[in-house]
């Protein structure tokens, strides 16, 4: 499959009736911006490039340009704006960060580079760790919501992000350096050059920054007579693509990408002295063609992806423990992806693959002369088929439906499928769009098979013989543009079962290891207004209500608040300016307290604003600053969210 974007002139994205969800693009900047808009092109909830019209999921998208003009730095940051997704970042820059998308867990979700598994096998549940995943190759980020394991298999419960990297596409030399200062002395910049030369074309990108960051901890919670400790961050990455266009029927991509990122962190509150470091390879190879006069279009993949984190911290005055450890994961894939256009209004997406994932843990923890080794390893191979029909049944009725089968090592095989149309109705402006689906997931190697001992003397062990989590979804929504499309409005109600949860249990000893005892219980609804009062500027306001609940026990999920909205404007005052502002307010949260039991997290809104003044047609200045209002906050309970912070800079492209 070639995860790419493409427009195709003449199919409109409608992004549309009332309330407060981003459930198809981000805002449109300017009136050139608004017709890219109505062309919008997305892949990922069809594995094919397809009109945002034509699938009744819900996709977010936001763009290149988008990134550029709210200057995020970060994909973190970037998705912080989708609705129905919870960002929880535990602290500044660099440190751990997770989603939660419509109430499902933090490793429910599907983190894709290109179509590719980025999330490290070796992290205790398979969460992705958005902490260190930067923007400056990133072209688009693809959110698409609810269970999408018929396309994508283990892990896509609550919904797949899948970020599309750069590459080039027009002739010639094309890049950029940029620079950028600001307080706690952070320094971030980055380097990119793009190209193509007749049959040959090239992308890269050079990145990095330095922070002292903020203190994780928050005050209530320093160790009597500590100060304030800052936590910092600092990452180097580098990425590149090559494409051949071998004939005029085949293409090769090779894409790779390095990084490097150290953070120290708060094991405890305070601690001077612990850091981690965390090393990422990706790579993958595909070769795609085009036959049949581009009727048939098959793609073969080979991907491999490698990480390390190595976790060190030493004695102090506020605690005696020393941990000393390192995990190690590893995933290779190999896939066979199709698209057949069997008649004018169906395109078949077929294919199969299959991937192996190891992990390892080493290392000791030394909790004041009581020292214990970690020691764990594994792996495990999945294969899977799938078919899906893209369908354009009538000029009005168009969608998806689609079946896989995977086949997990050690358990039984997973059968899912997927079924979401979409209506349209021209005269009015509405589209109606609905899906409903299931959804499964594997238990983490570290789940099943991985031991960490406690500081008690106790340690935690995996358990093999877990089943797999399972859910089942579905969601309907409108969607509605009026008045040329300068007022666009929607809402969509969803709900999710999901069945078999996997948590972790104590023994009367105090050891522990994983069971299937988690059934949830999610329901919500997202809704937008999108206003388009003159050409210059944009206003949209999301909002996510969501009610998700252990189906057993009638207890509130933690760190899913009830509330989210997010209030996103930009203005262009004159061809040279671009502003943009927003917040975002949480309310309604709860979380596992850091002292233990339960516990209400505080109502918070956090701002902020960006500017950009372009000298010339080459040199821009850029200015921005985060949490406007210094707002004081905790994203979970006993992680202190940053305060106030601005932001410099320039770019000069050529």
């Known amino acids: 499959m070639r995860f790419q974007s493409r427009q195709v002139h003449g ?47 819900s996709v977010s998208v936001i763009d290149r340009r988008t990134i ?120 971030d910049g980055s380097a990119e050059l793009r190209g193509r030369s007749g049959e040959v074309s090239f992308a890269a990108t050079l990145s990095g920054v330095d922070t002292d960051g903020d203190t994780v901890t928050p005050a209530r919670l320093r160790p009597g007579g500590a100060g304030s400790e800052d936590d910092g961050h600092r990452q180097v990455k580098g990425t590149a693509r090559l494409g ?118 080493s290392g000791f923890r030394d909790f004041g002369g009581l020292r214990q080794t970690l020691q764990s390893d594994a792996d ?54 609905a899906s409903v689906g299931t959804g499964f997931k594997t238990p983490s190697l570290f789940q099943r098979f991985g031991f960490t001992p406690t500081n ?15 859910s089942f979804s579905w969601e309907i929504g409108v969607e509605q543009r009026v008045l040329d499309e300068r007022v666009r409005a929607g809402v969509t109600y969803f709900q999710s079962d999901v069945d078999d949860g996997v948590v972790t249990v104590f023994d009367a000893n105090f050891n522990s290891t994983t069971v299937n005892n988690e059934d949830l219980d999610i329901q919500g ?17 999301d909002h996510t209500y969501l009610d998700a609940e252990n189906a057993d026990t009638g207890q509130r999920l933690v760190r899913r608040p009830r509330h989210k909205l997010n209030l996103e404007a930009r203005w262009q005052p004159g061809a040279r300016w671009t502003l943009t502002g927003g917040l975002r307010a949480i309310a309604g949260g709860t979380d596992i307290g850091f002292t233990g039991g339960r516990v209400d997290l505080d109502d918070h809104v956090v701002a902020r604003a960006a ?16 949490n406007l209002t210094d707002t004081d906050y905790e994203v979970a309970d006993g992680f202190k969210g940053p305060g106030v912070e601005g932001f410099v800079g320039t770019r000069v492209s050529f």
Request: glycine content about 8%; aromatic content about 6%; overall charge negative.
């Open 611 to 626: 500017a950009r003044y372009r000298l010339n047609d080459r040199v821009a200045l850029t200015a921005r600053v985060e």
């Open 380 to 433: 495990a191979t999945t294969a899977a088929a799938y078919v899906q029909d893209v369908f354009q049944l009538t000029e009005r009725l168009s969608g998806t439906v689609g079946v896989r089968f995977d086949k997990p090592e050690d358990f039984d095989g997973q059968a899912t499928w997927h079924l979401a149309p979409s209506y349209t109705i021209p005269a009015t402006g509405t589209r109606l769009k």
């Open 525 to 541: 609804v997202e809704s937008f207004l999108a206003v388009t009062p003159v050409p210059a500027l944009n206003v949209r306001v």
């Open 244 to 361: 051949v266009d071998l004939t005029e029927r085949l293409e090769l991509s090779i894409y790779g990408e390095i990084s490097d990122s150290r953070t120290e962190l708060d094991t405890s509150p305070e601690d001077p002295n612990s850091e981690g470091e965390t090393r990422r390879y990706i790579t993958n190879a595909e070769l795609a063609g085009s036959f049949w006069d581009g009727r048939y279009r098959p793609t073969v993949r080979v991907s491999y992806s490698d990480f390390t984190r190595d976790d060190t911290n030493r004695p102090d005055a506020l605690s005696q423990t020393e941990t000393d450890t390192r995990n190690e994961g590893s995933r290779a894939g190999l896939s066979l992806e199709n698209e057949l256009d069997v008649h004018a209004d169906h395109t078949l997406v077929f294919g199969a693959s299959v991937r192996e994932e190891s992990f390892e843990a």
């Open 11 to 57: 199919l409109p994205l409608t992004a549309a009736a009332a309330g407060v969800a981003l459930t198809a693009t981000a805002l449109s900047p300017d009136p050139a911006a608004a017709q890219e808009q109505l062309q919008e092109i997305v892949v990922t909830p069809t594995r094919t490039p397809t009109s945002i019209e034509r699938v009744g999921t």
């Open 68 to 187: 550029e003009d709210r200057q995020y730095r970060t994909v973190g940051e970037a998705l912080r704006s989708v609705p129905g997704l919870r960002m929880v970042q535990q602290g500044p820059r660099g440190t751990a960060t997770s989603i939660f998308m419509r109430g499902a867990n933090s490793n429910q979700t599907l983190v894709l580079l290109d179509g590719q598994r980025i999330a490290d096998p070796s992290t205790p549940a398979g969460a992705f760790d958005f902490g260190g995943l930067t923007t400056e190759n990133v072209q688009r980020i693809e959110v698409v919501r609810g269970a999408q394991s018929s396309l994508y298999g283990s892990g896509a419960i609550g919904g797949v992000v899948n970020i599309i990297t750069r590459e080039a596409k027009q002739d010639g030399v094309r890049g950029g350096i940029r620079a950028e200062a600001g307080t706690r002395e952070t320094i």
């Open 456 to 470: 008690t003397g106790t340690a935690f062990r995996g358990n093999p013989n877990l089943d797999a989590e399972e």
